[in-house]
């Protein structure tokens, strides 16, 4: 029987790759986003787009019964939104604050949530988290607070849902080569100083023990063998996907 995959942000960046990978295994695919992208046309008709406000509960309860309409289960649920943005204590106040935490904890809570209500035993959650949810770094403390919580949530809820046998796991790349993230790098107060090229390639030549840093595909290739029966021992971790930058 074919599978089905619910995935946040799954329009654009890592989550487009992610997208494409579970296509590509025959997976029936639900894509949760603001804006429509027309590369998910390409991939044919396994892709269900449906429009969604992540921070709200609301709405991935209407995107989780969109797919059980249509394919009478959810086998995946994937919180892939987030946002990247460097900023100064000084500079943070309610509103970018709210938006940092809504858009990267807030999406993934609820999205947990729901999946956990829809989603038969056995089933795989897979929160997209960073190495920021690990290890703080300068300017960076709204962001950083944010992917620990997704972290602490990650462990916290396998704790709750392993006795319906759903596995909850989190992600945690690093440096990952996105619009989203060249756009944060851009900014004044990030570590590439408006650089970001020369910024990234530094940091893979003094980080990185593989000398490369994790491209999309990658981590979308992590994403599915969490989402597979392959990994059916494995909850409440999260897993580095980082080129050797932070050994565990």
Sequence with gaps: ???????????????????????????????????YNLDLKKLGSKVTFVKIDAQKEIDHERLAK???????????????????KWLPIN?????????????????TFWGCK?????MKKNGSIINIS????????????AYSASKFGVNGLTQSLSKEFGSRGIRVNAICPV????????KALFETSSPAK????????KFRIENAALNHLPTTSEVADLCYYLGSETSSAITGQCINIDCGVFPQ
């Design 1 to 35: 029987m074919t599978k089905t995959v619910i995935i946040t942000g799954g329009n654009k960046g890592i989550g487009f790759s992610i997208t494409k990978k579970f296509v590509q295994n025959n997976f029936n695919v639900f894509v949760g986003a603001r804006s």
């Design 66 to 84: 969109k797919a059980i309409n249509s394919s009478g289960k959810i086998d995946v649920y994937i919180n892939n939104v987030g946002l990247s």
């Design 91 to 107: 500079r943070i106040n309610k509103k970018n604050l709210d938006l940092i935490i809504k858009t990267n904890l807030y999406s």
């Design 114 to 118: 729901v999946a956990y209500k829809y």
């Design 130 to 141: 960073s190495i920021a949810g690990k290890r703080g770094s300068k300017n960076n403390s």
């Design 175 to 182: 440096l990952v080569k996105t619009e989203g993230l060249i």
């Design 194 to 201: 408006s650089n970001p090229k020369k910024f990234i390639d």
